[in-house]
């Protein structure tokens, strides 16, 4: 069988597909990886075929100046907290139409989308795994016959506030039916032969990586998968200071590598936190970018400019982060307690839902998060044993996921089953 991952070029984006990648390609299955020339380093990095396609995207020029706009619209608390089923069609609408504009069509450029059907169409995959944004992937696979599902990193907090929308636009007028990404998708499709299905949203089917306390519950046939650490081609080494046990409770303060590559958020005010974690009586590790200007610091914090989480995790008992999928993930897996300073997108929803759960903290913007706020929550964390016991509940929900190497046969019954031409002679 031949299978095709795509993702747009980020690697926070890519890295939860890898461990599927080589349960496919061990399987016996050939995989290729494909998404703009910038990812190119870390496909190969991590052991897979890359195809790269199309010119580099610019999401990131383009967020710049819509982000006061962007940004603006989805602080909208349903909307961060999953309640989409309170959420009116303006707002909806308006939500289709900003992404589309700004993100989704920017990180599928018509280079790209152009080049990889180019691909597809000449080395026909029988599968193809998007990235739930990577529509250019759905593309792919809607024009070549190939069966195709979205693999998420996340809950599906984007599928699901537009599953909503599809709702209430069913009750208009014909006429009244604006959906941006619809007409895009129409566009784009027809410039290929195609015409639009509601499977170049939704895939054919969903893989999702959430355990099932977090994970959303949507309409659309579904395949859970374990979520497996994976942290980027970045070396992964085992220091010699981690070979230890900490003398004290170990706290990891990290603000995720997405912030270091692109021009969104990680952590504020890092030397502040460090300071004020450091006040208490643990260990602090903290992944600050090399050459970031800290002040000089306690003697109880370790700085490092990165290290696995699947290394640092396992002997830490508390770990404070940005909110990001990886992160989060990565300490649900290994039943670490989070205090979650999340700001945007799902990464509030998953503190939020985490802090609900009873495996964490979430620090809303504002003054619960000036020095005092952090040190205080960080305190209760590691003093009430109750988190420690709601993080080992998740990560049993975690746990309870089949493998990527279990997934496999699954995926090549829906495959079959999928499939609009003669499988590949690799099949």
């Known amino acids: 069988m ?18 599927l990648a080589w349960a496919l390609r061990t399987a016996g299955h050939e995989v290729r990886v494909a998404s703009q020339p910038a990812l190119t380093g870390s496909v190969t990095g991590a052991g897979l075929t890359a195809v790269p396609v199309g010119e580099d995207h610019r999401v990131e020029q383009v967020m710049a100046a819509a982000a006061p706009g962007v940004f603006a619209l989805h602080q909208n608390a349903d909307y961060l907290e999953g309640r989409t089923e309170l959420l009116d069609r303006a707002f909806l609408e308006a939500s289709t139409t900003m992404l589309t504009a700004t993100f989704y069509s920017q990180i599928n450029n018509d280079s790209m989308i152009d080049d990889l059907v180019g691909f597809a169409r000449r080395w026909r995959p029988d599968l193809v795994i998007w990235e739930p944004f990577t529509f250019a992937g759905a593309i792919a696979a809607h024009v070549t016959g190939a069966a195709h599902a979205r693999l998420l990193w996340g809950p599906d907090l984007f599928l699901k506030a537009y599953e909503r929308f599809q709702e209430l636009l069913a009750i208009e007028p014909e006429e009244r039916r604006d959906d941006g990404l619809r007409e895009w998708l129409t566009w784009t499709l027809a410039r290929h032969g195609c015409a639009f299905s509601p499977e170049v949203v939704t895939g054919q089917w969903t893989i ?12 659309q046939p579904l395949v859970p998968m374990r979520h497996i650490p994976y942290n980027g081609p970045l070396p992964a080494v085992v220091p010699p200071w981690s070979r230890t046990p900490p003398e004290r409770p170990r706290v990891c303060v990290t603000q995720g590598m997405t912030a270091r590559t692109t021009g969104f958020s990680g952590l504020d005010a890092v030397a502040e936190l460090l300071e004020a974690v450091a006040e208490l009586e643990v260990e602090v590790l903290a992944t600050v970018a090399e050459g970031e200007r800290l002040r000089p610091l306690p003697g109880n914090v370790r700085v490092v400019d990165s290290v696995p989480m699947h290394v640092a995790l396992p002997d830490c008992a508390a770990v404070l982060h940005h909110g990001g999928a990886g992160t989060w993930s990565s300490a649900v897996f290994y039943g670490v307690p989070q205090l979650n300073l999340a700001w945007q997108w799902d990464d509030v929803y998953r503190g939020r839902r985490l ?28 003093s009430e044993s109750s988190f420690r016991e709601g993080a080992a509940r998740i990560r049993e929900e975690m746990l309870d996921c089949p493998t990527p190497n279990e997934v496999v046969p699954t995926l090549e019954d829906l495959t079959a089953a999928h499939h609009r031409a003669p499988l590949s002679p690799s099949g």
């Open 2 to 19: 031949r299978v095709l991952l795509t993702a747009f070029a980020m690697d926070a984006h890519f890295n939860g597909m890898v461990p």
């Open 208 to 219: 999702d990586q959430m355990p099932a306390g977090v994970r959303f519950e949507l309409d």
């Open 355 to 382: 802090e609900k759960l009873g495996a964490g903290i979430y620090l809303p913007p504002g003054p619960a998060r000036e020095a005092a706020g952090v040190r205080d929550s960080l305190a209760h964390l590691l």
